[in-house]
């Protein structure tokens, strides 16, 4: 199977003091993937290279086999991948209008907007929140409305930086069943972590960073886990 996102030879230089290279990475559709490292080792700066938000130095990135060249090509792909980061934007309004904004650039209006916001709000357990102020919410509560926020425009690859730090065991269990259902769906969901079990819990494959630099990757083979409701 051809990988949905790939990285070649990628390097990226932040003035003299970190520069990440990594020789080569393969994401395949439907599955979880996982980035592992100490803080500083370059796992937030790769996710944000994936999600096109940052222009690699050298190195080429691709995407269903396409090269991404230019900012031209980021911009063309970059509708099919999003990024949820670690301390989420969330504009001043709705936690209705914060999920039907993507939707309305892309010309989803109406009912069929409405029912995916409340599709994707009960995906992570927030049903009744639509009219909530967005800015009003705690902290796991924010994270949950930035990652309905992506589900609700359908990616074909889902970037989490750090998505469960503070999370309680419910809201945990309750996240981690909502990205095992994303990889039933075809979706491709990489994400960072320190939590050492999570990627045995979610059958991922383990990529480390250690100084900007790719370690080890490991594929785990739990089969444990079982999503018991698909979010798509």
Known sequence: MNPILSIHNLEYRRGNQFNLSVERMDFAAGRMYFLAGANGA???TLLQLLALL???DKGEIRFNG????GAAGRHKFRRQITLVEQSPFLFD????NNLAFGLRLRDINGDLQRRRILKALHSVGLEGFENRRARALSGGESRR?????ALVIRP???????????LDDDSLSLFETNLAALTEAGVAVIMSTHDGDQA???NGEVSRLENGRLTQAVETSS??????ENVL
């Open 42 to 44: 370059g796992k937030s």
């Open 54 to 56: 940052l222009p690699p």
């Open 66 to 69: 396409n090269s991404i060249k």
């Open 93 to 96: 309004n709705t936690v209705y």
């Open 145 to 149: 409305v930035a990652l309905a926020r």
């Open 156 to 166: 074909k690859v889902l970037l989490l930086d750090e998505p469960t730090a503070g």
């Open 200 to 202: 045995r819990r979610l």
């Open 223 to 228: 089969s444990e886990y079982r999503p018991m």
